[in-house]
């Protein structure tokens, strides 16, 4: 029953063939590609709308020199939001709810945020290890835990995604397979938990487009604090 459970973790596969990476793929083509009419539907209008609302969110803290990474973490924010949402769709995969995915993504950009403030302002992005004012006996140690908070931020951005998709969709399979097994014995039971699932998907949507935009945000904050 527990690795049922988890079986929805597993990636696909054909024929000893992984097809995580079409399952990374397959977002991207939902999205309609830009024309040059002036005229278009209401699915490229809300498209263009929601990533001039999603780089203005997150572009606003930055000076100009952050502008240049707007690319970036707008498609990171587009890519990750699909991945999520189409994840709570039955008889489908999520690669967000992989550690290995979710780092793999978050360690780059986070060392290329830090690589930027040691090449622009070393002494600035140094100065973060020691706050000023710190008492002398405190240094070694003030250095030491800053160090430790600044190498474990990837981490936090990894686990912290990867958790809380995969505690939603537990949640979800658990609260499903009790209204379906209660259905034929306690129909009103059942009906109270259908409506309690219902209720979680709903939350699990927020939470789907929250930790897409948490994650990119922190990264925008890293990025902002050594520029």
């Known amino acids: ?130 706050p000023e004012g710190t008492p002398t006996p405190l240094i070694p140690a003030l250095i030491l835990i800053e160090t430790i908070s600044l190498l474990i931020r990837p981490l936090a951005l990894g686990v912290r995604l990867t958790a809380n998709l995969t505690a939603g969709h537990l949640l979800i399979q658990l609260i499903a397979t009790a209204t379906i097994t209660l259905l034929p014995i306690i129909p009103a039971v059942s009906a109270l938990t259908a409506t309690i699932l219902l209720l979680l998907t709903i939350l699990e949507v927020a939470v789907a487009m929250i930790q897409a935009y948490v994650f990119v945000l922190l990264l925008s904050l890293y990025l902002q604090e050594n520029i």
Do not use: E
């Open 1 to 130: 029953m527990n690795l049922s459970f988890f079986d929805q973790f597993m990636s696909p596969s054909l024929l000893g063939i992984p097809l995580i990476l079409l399952s990374l793929l397959f977002p991207t083509l939902l999205l309609p590609s830009p024309t040059n009419r002036w005229i278009t539907n209401r699915l490229s209008t809300l498209q263009l709308w929601l990533l001039h609302l999603i780089t203005k969110q997150l572009m606003g803290p930055l000076n100009k020199n952050g502008h240049k990474w707007a690319l970036i973490l707008t498609s990171l924010m587009m890519m990750l939001l699909t991945i999520n949402l189409l994840g709570l769709l039955p008889y489908t995969f999520t690669p967000t709810t992989q550690l290995s995915m979710n780092m793999a993504l978050a360690l780059p950009l986070w060392f290329a945020t830090l690589l930027t403030g040691l090449r622009n302002q070393p002494s600035m992005s140094l100065g973060h290890l020691l």
